[in-house]
């Protein structure tokens, strides 16, 4: 019996091997060494944009995550229905499983969808993994690439950075603000006070050191009210991104022009941005908020508990309507204050939208054709109008666009200084440990604000030497 | 005298011959080879590929074949530092979950083990707690512990944020508590798996034979004797069952700390199970050493599982 057992199983890992062998994508070489590290560039074959027609294709499937802008690019896809009879579909999948399924989609080389509204983030992989179609010379020949800002441009369709190759087009902007109680901004009574306290009016503050003043003003233990809420959770890159808030307008960066890290990241600007980060938690954050983000910072405005809530530009609609928030009269915003040597900075949230190069060339060219129409400048009037964050320059340079809406004069400001986060294929690593550092330090009130900036150093520079982009 | 079969007598008796062509054998596999394909496709097969991926630098997204590179995950996950930490952590983490749960569990068991008015209702109440969805359950106890509007600081009687335990932050007040949050996620735990204990316990005690409690009673034999040396001894087997489930869940422990804490603050509650999720999933897609980590998990599920086994058999008198 146990031979018979033996025998049996014997067979089934035969089997099994056999079955996991032929599972590989392609015959790889026996390489007895090390991983090899990976390229900074493109590795995979760029898949240029395509030369044919995409007059026989009648619908055409955007995957976006699940969200306002969604429902707006959806809204607005009917008037390209209409104009040329090719049928849009948004589809939605929520926030936290967004990134997992169109990347397994990728891995499998899916063709379930035509163009993808990816996070800023996924481009290096997107490019380096050849998801993406090169959108390069389409961006040139179309004009497209000089109707939105450079920023966006930069940050949502270059990769690698400086290489001017293009694989997506910004479509939502969106980068980090501040939403405040003007109503008690306004109070007589709380302006003498804080007159009386500090020496200067209680006004948007243009420094951070201001605003620092103003959230210990209105943090009031006794009356359930504090000075701000801002991001702390630790789960995908919340923390990070409210760090680099104070980061950027101290004169931080993550990395130098040669991608070197040590002595980048832990330098004094970095360390003394992120240790502000600590004491405007310490004082003033709404307590319970040590695991927020979006909606944890929403709802304590929502609340009556914060006066200050830093939240991405996206997600302040909700405050702005008194269906959704009893405050919304009294509510308004402003964009990151300076830092202390005037320095101005955001992280940026936002999308662009790129094609995926598994789909047929008729696919790719119908989908170019939606974008190119999506990125004219009448497309784009009306994207903002329905409240999608454009990133066309004319728009968002004019009175329509500024006055739609009461936090579309600091977003317009915003998209003038904002910086973002790596957007290599290892940025994952490189975020999972700067969550895991900054929580340590903020949350946890653990070690220094220097120690941690010199972990993240040191661990940056393992990572970025492991995977080939630095010697 | 020669009965003419009717045509529908006739077709069944076709079909029944029909089924008796197949053999006993036929049969057997007609039912066990569909069963074992899938086992193989579903189960084996990904089993042994990842087996043979944990030994490669494949990466999921990067498009690109896995290359062999020996033992190097094993060797890096080994030889990280911040790797025993997780480990570590996650070995706290279950000694104190299952050590409670056991505890919790039993209590619970000895005082709803005999009858009384509305002990079917309450045991019923007492085993909510784990049917409900630990995602679920994680979110609800993130409300739970709010230090403003939270029932657990009301509970203890802490209304003042300012002075009160915020949990999920770690801090008791200004002051930071180290393990707070480790302790918040084990006091969950505790909440929803005790009742699963107390089950099998439960189960357990009533199998216990009443003769034995009346011998010793007869001996004038003290509760305190009676419980050491019937009810434990009796109910042992069942218990070391409960318990091996609840060490090798706690092990793999993934869903109600990210609904809770989100593996913080700091890496306060990062267990290797949430580390691993981290490098298989979460933007990394190292498929490679993340199934090198899911072997080295999967060893130890298996060690323990096996002490375990070999005390329960011990136990019955087996070993």
């Not at chain 1, 169109?102 to 992989?125: C, P």
Request: glycine share 8%.
């Amino acid at each position: 019996m146990s031979k018979k057992l033996f025998t049996f199983l014997s067979l089934l890992m035969t089997l099994s091997m056999v079955l996991a062998a032929c599972a590989q994508p392609t015959a790889a070489p026996a390489q007895p060494t090390a991983a090899p590290a990976q390229p900074t560039a493109a590795a995979a074959e760029p898949t240029a944009a395509p030369a044919v027609s995409g007059a026989g294709v009648k619908e055409l499937k955007i995957l976006w995550a699940q969200w306002d802008p969604a429902d707006y690019l959806q809204q607005l896809a009917k008037d390209y229905e209409t104009a040329t009879g090719v049928k849009v579909t948004v589809v939605q999948e929520p926030w936290g499983t967004f990134s997992d399924r169109f990347t397994t989609g990728m891995a499998a080389k899916g063709t379930e969808w035509d163009m993808v509204v990816g996070d800023s983030q996924l481009i290096g992989t997107g490019a380096t993994s050849g998801w993406y179609v090169d959108l390069t010379d389409f961006m040139k020949t179309t004009g497209l690439g000089d109707s939105v800002t450079d920023a966006t441009k930069k940050y949502y369709g270059e990769y690698p950075a400086g290489s001017q190759k293009y694989w997506a087009f910004p479509t939502e902007g969106d980068a980090d603000g501040w939403a405040y109680r003007k109503d008690l901004f306004d109070d007589p009574k709380e302006q003498a006070a804080f007159k009386a306290k500090y020496g200067y009016d209680l006004a948007i503050p243009k420094t951070y050191q201001e605003l620092m003043d103003i959230a210990k003003f209105f943090t009031r233990k006794d009356q359930g009210l504090y000075g701000v809420a801002i991001y702390t959770q630790k789960d995908y890159d919340a923390i990070t991104m409210g760090v680099e808030n104070t980061m950027f307008p101290w004169g931080g960066v993550w990395q130098n022009d040669k991608m070197e890290v040590m002595g980048v990241v832990n330098s004094q600007q970095n360390i003394d941005a992120l240790q502000f980060y600590r004491d405007l938690y310490d004082c003033c954050q709404v307590p319970g908020l040590s695991n927020a983000f979006y909606n944890e910072t929403n709802d304590a405005f929502l609340g009556g508990k914060a006066v200050m809530a830093m939240n991405y530009f996206a997600f302040f609609p909700a405050l702005s309507n008194p269906k959704t928030n009893k405050f919304a009269a009294g509510t308004s915003f402003f964009p990151n204050p300076a830092g202390p040597t005037g320095g101005r900075g955001a992280a940026l949230g936002g999308q662009g939208i790129s094609v995926i190069s598994y789909i047929s060339p008729e696919r790719q060219q119908a989908s170019l054709d939606f974008i190119k129409w999506f990125g004219q400048d009448d497309t784009q009037t009306k994207w903002a109008a329905l409240g999608g964050y454009t990133c066309n320059k004319k728009v968002l340079q004019s009175d329509t666009f500024m006055k739609a809406q009461p936090y579309n004069p600091a977003f317009a400001e915003t998209m003038t200084f904002v910086k973002d986060f790596w957007n290599i294929p290892a940025y994952a690593q490189l975020l999972t440990v700067s969550q895991a550092e900054f929580s340590k330090f903020v949350v946890e009130g653990q070690g220094t604000a220097k120690e941690a900036m010199d972990n993240i150093a040191a661990q940056h520079d393992k990572i970025l030497r492991e995977g080939g982009y630095i010697k | 005298m020669a009965v003419e079969a009717s045509p529908k007598t006739a077709a069944l008796a076709r079909t029944r011959t029909g089924r008796r062509q197949l053999s006993d054998g036929a049969i057997m596999n007609l039912f066990i080879w569909p069963t074992l394909i899938l086992l193989i496709a579903m189960n084996v097969f990904p089993l042994f590929y990842s087996l043979y991926l944990s030994f490669t630098n494949f990466v999921v997204t990067a498009n690109k074949a896995p290359v062999w590179i020996g033992v190097n995950n094993f060797v890096d996950i080994l030889t990280t530092e911040q790797m025993w930490q997780y480990f570590a952590t996650s070995g706290k983490y279950v000694v104190l979950s299952v050590g409670l749960q056991t505890i919790v569990g039993f209590t619970l068991a000895m005082l709803v083990r005999s009858k009384f008015r509305g002990s079917g209702v309450i045991t019923t109440l007492i085993l909510v707690p784990m049917m409900l969805s630990p995602v679920v359950v994680g979110l609800f106890w993130k409300l739970m512990y709010n230090p403003i509007f939270g029932f657990f600081n009301y509970l203890l009687g802490f209304m003042d944020p300012a002075t009160g335990p915020d949990m999920i932050a770690s801090r008791f007040g200004a002051t930071q508590v180290p393990g707070l949050a480790l302790l918040a996620v084990v006091l969950v735990d505790v909440w929803m798996w005790s009742p699963f204990v107390m089950l099998l316990v439960l189960s357990g005690l009533n199998a216990i034979p009443d003769y034995l409690y009346e011998a010793a009673a007869i001996d004038r034999a003290s509760s305190w004797f009676q419980f050491w040396r019937i009810t434990l001894p009796q109910v042992m087997p069942l218990l070391l069952i409960a318990v091996l489930f609840r060490t090798i869940e706690a092990l793999k422990s993934f869903d109600l700390v990210m609904g809770l804490t989100g593996g913080g603050p700091g890496e306060q509650t990062e267990l290797i199970a949430v580390h691993l999720y981290r490098e298989a999933f979460a933007g990394q897609f190292r498929t490679g050493h993340s199934s090198a980590l899911a072997y080295i998990i999967l060893i130890i599920v298996i060690a323990v599982s096996n002490l375990y086994i070999r005390y329960l058999n011990r136990a019955k008198g087996e070993g």
